[in-house]
């Protein structure tokens, strides 16, 4: 298995909200291994407006992991 | 990729409300990045109940994450 | 825009809760920013059991970051 | 309005998952004031398993507040 | 009522994970109080992915509670 | 009961990922103990967006856990 996360630490608030993006994209990579499947299912979510919430949902709750971790980039 | 992070600090619990609206939006943003597209499923959510309520509660997790930033604005 | 949360303070544990009530329809407001089209989408979800309980999930949300805010009234 | 919220602290665990439980009926009260239209509901969610599984996750989520309040009575 | 909840202390993260699944049923037995009309539904959720991993989310957030309240067992 | 859980420390995030997967399966697989009905059950969410937005979900929600556990891998 690639290393793909070996820090939770950013230099700003954006890194930390891409990192989030990542985590929660991560968390649909590890359930459905096949990138083919997942290619093929984008449209359902990408445009649909509660799949669309929904993936912003979990973003968020990585978010809140990330900015405890640096101590909300203060 | 424009900056629209570099901070979660604001002046007041409002504006963090705020921020934490922004927060929810760019987690739909980064997920389906045409803004036609975005455009165009506005009524599927902004008319639906439910899923006003889900958006509502989007923003609602981000704003634990903003008000813990601001140490609640005490 | 009027200023409608100004601190997360409040006296008892049930001004927090009604704070908490206040927060989550805020977010409803800011999505679906007519009031004319909120009140005619209310008997959707005022009359649904589920519906219902979502509502009351993004007040228990909110409910947590204002306790905090709080510290739990102690 | 009642006084039916005046402390979050509890003796037992027990009485904190009681009244997290509380919480979430209150969080429909608000929402929907008839308590005939909410009698009227409840075969919609009481003898449907997800919709009782989404009001143990509401349950849930103020149980964390309840917890954290009680400093987890320890 | 019985008690059955007298601490969220376990020994180790295992039994704190089955005490997260407790809460999560208590939360369900609560609000449905016959087991016949619980046990009815059973195949309901048990048998549907989507309900399985909303009642593995519940679970989820019991656990955050439990973990915290045994200092993640450190 | 085999022992599956002993500690929730992990050398680097991504182990810790990597436990909050686990955490997010043994949560589906206490409620549905039969490994055959789950297998069956597999391509119902491996193929279907929203089920996997939510399966990453509670990924998520444990990751929060493991993350706080583990404070941050600082």
Request: avoid cysteine; proline fraction near 3%; charged fraction near 20%.
């Amino acid at each position: 298995m690639t290393q793909w996360l070996t820090s939770l630490t950013t230099d700003t608030p954006q890194e930390g909200f891409e990192l989030a993006i990542t985590l929660a994209r991560k968390g649909v990579g590890y359930t459905q291994t096949s990138a083919e499947v997942r290619e093929k299912l984008r449209p359902d979510y990408a445009e649909n407006a509660d799949s669309l919430t929904l993936a912003s949902q979990v973003i968020a709750i990585h978010f809140q992991t990330v900015a405890a971790a640096n101590n909300y980039w203060k």
